[in-house]
């Protein structure tokens, strides 16, 4: 998904997350997901989650059902107090069946050709 010197973005503040909301225009993936244990959800770079924005009855892990890695959404509903938050979608199903956006951050310096800063300040 995300190209050289980018990871999937994984929020690690409120303003972080607000940035991110603010740009995507459809439900899109982020860089959060359980991958080494169900329900212990980290970022993709594998640093610990320090923050999070569940949506209402999130992560819902489809009663038990996903035995494989969750990779989570934030949902774009711009008229809705829900726009922004998150939601967990099973690997396989969602990866195989659903084209989402993503959203990719960086270790780039700001001015660097294709550069949006991992700091949201910094690419205001």
């Known amino acids: 998904m995300c190209k050289l010197r980018r990871n999937l973005a994984c929020p690690s503040n409120s303003q972080q997350n607000e940035f991110i909301a603010s740009i995507i225009r459809s439900t899109s993936w982020i860089g959060v997901l ?8 980290l970022c993709s770079n594998s640093d610990k989650l320090t923050y999070n924005k569940w949506g ?26 829900n726009h922004g938050s998150w939601a967990d979608q099973g690997a396989m ?16 310096q700001e001015g660097e050709d294709g550069c949006i800063p991992n700091d949201p300040a910094k690419a205001a």
Not at 34 to 41: A, I, L, P, V
Not at 97 to 108: G, L, P
């Open 34 to 41: 359980d991958y080494n244990k169900e329900g212990e959800f």
């Open 56 to 81: 209402p009855d999130q992560p819902d892990n489809t009663d038990g059902a996903r035995d494989v890695a969750d990779f989570v959404t934030m949902l774009y509903e711009p008229q809705s107090e």
């Open 93 to 108: 199903v969602y990866l195989m069946e659903y084209k989402y956006s993503y959203v990719c951050e960086s270790d780039c």
